[in-house]
């Protein structure tokens, strides 16, 4: 149903739409759905109703293919084909990149897979191996934003699937933002969404998730910097464990 692409090596904006709005116009868009959703809680449907009128194919979606494929799932309902940008690290579980083969075919979107401007190969000539375990940040830095930065050129919004109960940091963003990393709209589609929430409107849906998350994986990264998660531990516990990491840099 959908299509899936390869970007090149540092990829950027000539596979993205050029943006037509100022910087101004699209601040005045932030105040705009804030005065109409407000900024903590928002009707997810009415919110991407307002996303899709208002930016169209200027829209794309961040997905890490794991329980987040509900995100684009709810977006396509009001984008035909929109642009869903995965970042493909070198790293994945075998399990996350089967979850975007099947996301791409059973939603009408595309699957745009980004790809780091170095393999994991020559990351480790340049840095040395298991840069991950040495300096994560930059490794992150490298694998993540700067593909993402790079690939956001051109769009004049992006949807994520970020929602508060997940870290401290995320506890107070809300539904639309100004991102001013990006310069662009930032919408949190489900970001007072519970777990709980997001599996079951996964499992009325039909949309395929990350089968790790039954696993002992409630929050999926890269396999070198994830692990498994004991009952009662903060669901990112296994996210970078024992390295005082928390976010990958993509949302802060």
């Known amino acids: 149903m959908g299509s899936a692409t390869v970007d090149t090596k540092a990829p950027g904006a000539a596979s993205a739409p050029q943006r037509t709005r100022s910087e101004a116009e699209l601040k005045a868009l932030v105040e705009e759905a804030n005065e109409l959703f407000g900024e903590r809680n928002a009707d997810t449907q009415e919110l991407l109703a307002w996303a899709g009128r208002t930016f169209g194919k200027s829209l794309a979606v961040a997905c890490s293919m794991a329980s987040d494929t509900v995100v684009p799932a709810l977006v396509s309902q009001h984008i035909k084909d929109v642009d869903v940008l995965f970042l493909d690290t070198g790293y994945h579980f075998q399990e996350t990149i089967e979850t975007r083969d099947a996301f791409a075919s059973d939603w009408p979107v595309n699957v745009r897979t980004l790809l780091p401007r170095l393999t994991v190969p020559e990351q480790d000539a340049e840095f040395g191996p298991k840069l991950h375990d040495r ?68 499992e009325t849906n039909l949309v395929v998730v990350n089968p790790l998350l039954t696993q002992g994986y409630p929050s999926i990264g890269c396999a070198p910097c994830t692990r498994k998660v004991a009952p009662g531990e903060d669901p990112r516990a296994g996210r970078w464990s024992g390295l005082g990491k928390t976010e990958c840099g993509i949302h802060v």
């Open 135 to 202: 300096e994560p940040a930059t490794c992150c830095g490298i694998r993540k934003v700067e593909p993402l930065d790079n690939a956001l050129e051109g769009y004049e919004a992006w949807v994520t699937g970020l929602r508060r109960e997940e870290t401290p940091h995320r506890a107070n963003a809300a539904p639309v933002e100004w991102d001013e990393r990006h310069h662009m709209v930032k919408i949190n589609a489900i970001v007072d969404w519970t777990f709980d929430d997001v599996v079951s409107w996964a």
